[in-house]
């Protein structure tokens, strides 16, 4: 079956940096668009970054010039790259991985506090 494991998460305060990593198997991932989803508490689930099949990329406004996404197909693993954190930046991050089909990994919280 398909699975998507988020790891990476963690305490970090403002200003800081972390890169979350998301590992597929189940799937042929170079086929899919991914994305990184993010849900803060009484928040909808929103957009942050997507990475087509063919590279091409895309970001929330709220992120631009300070996440990057990134994938590497030989290891099935999706990365984000994050920089310049901010406590609104608070949430629980979710990779997703489409093509016809939503997967979705478990989550991973992501705390950005001092």
């Known amino acids: 079956q398909v699975k998507l494991v988020e790891s990476g998460g963690g305490l970090v305060q403002p200003g800081g940096s972390l890169r979350l990593s998301c590992v597929a198997s189940g799937l042929i991932f170079s086929m899919y668009d991914m994305s990184w989803y993010r849900q803060a508490p009484g928040k909808q689930r929103e957009l942050v970054a997507l990475i087509s099949r063919d590279y091409i990329t895309n970001y929330a406004d709220s992120v631009k010039d300070r996440f990057t996404i990134s994938r590497d197909n030989a290891m099935n693993t999706l990365y984000l790259q994050m920089n310049s954190l901010k406590t609104e930046d608070t949430a629980v991050y979710y990779c997703?991985?489409?093509?016809?089909?939503?997967?979705w990994g478990q989550g991973i919280q992501v705390t950005v506090s001092s």
């Open positions: 997703n991985g489409n093509r016809m089909t939503n997967y």
